[in-house]
């Protein structure tokens, strides 16, 4: 047995991982034009979100997946009903990333810019 066969849930998770950031970097460079911070912040912030937010595989929860996929393959094979769990998932995550950017909005002032006359 190689090291990759003992490890491939990590080195799924290390790939994907690596996969998403440079899904986010080609994300931040897309959304650099938009010039209103709160709604560059935002569209940011849900990348991020839909991307990196993790939840149970399945009913065993020592494998975990992507929400996102896990949402999506809950509501195509369980239907609506019963195939939310990835999407609570992804609501709380959205939730704690909107009260980040509302605390960071407070804090974290923008330097005004200098009139030129």
């Known amino acids: 047995m190689s090291w ?23 994300w931040w ?8 911070r709160g709604w560059r912040d935002l ?5 991020v979100v839909i991307i ?8 065993s929860p020592e494998f975990y997946a992507p929400a996102i ?3 999506l393959m809950d509501l195509l094979l369980e239907g609506a009903r019963s195939g939310m769990n990835g999407g609570v998932a992804l609501l709380f995550s959205s939730f704690l990333m909107l009260i ?13 810019a200098k009139e030129t006359s």
Do not use: H, M
């Not at 003992?6 to 799924?12: H, L």
């Open 52 to 59: 990196f937010t993790p939840w149970y595989a399945g009913d």
């Open 29 to 36: 460079k897309l959304t650099s034009w938009i010039k209103n």
């Open 100 to 112: 980040v950017l509302t605390v960071r909005q407070f804090v974290w002032k923008e330097p005004e």
């Open 69 to 71: 996929v896990v949402l």
């Open 4 to 26: 990759i066969e003992n490890n491939e849930y990590a080195v799924a998770w290390l790939v994907y991982f690596l996969a998403g950031l440079g899904c986010c970097l080609f």
């Open 43 to 47: 569209l940011r912030g849900l990348a």
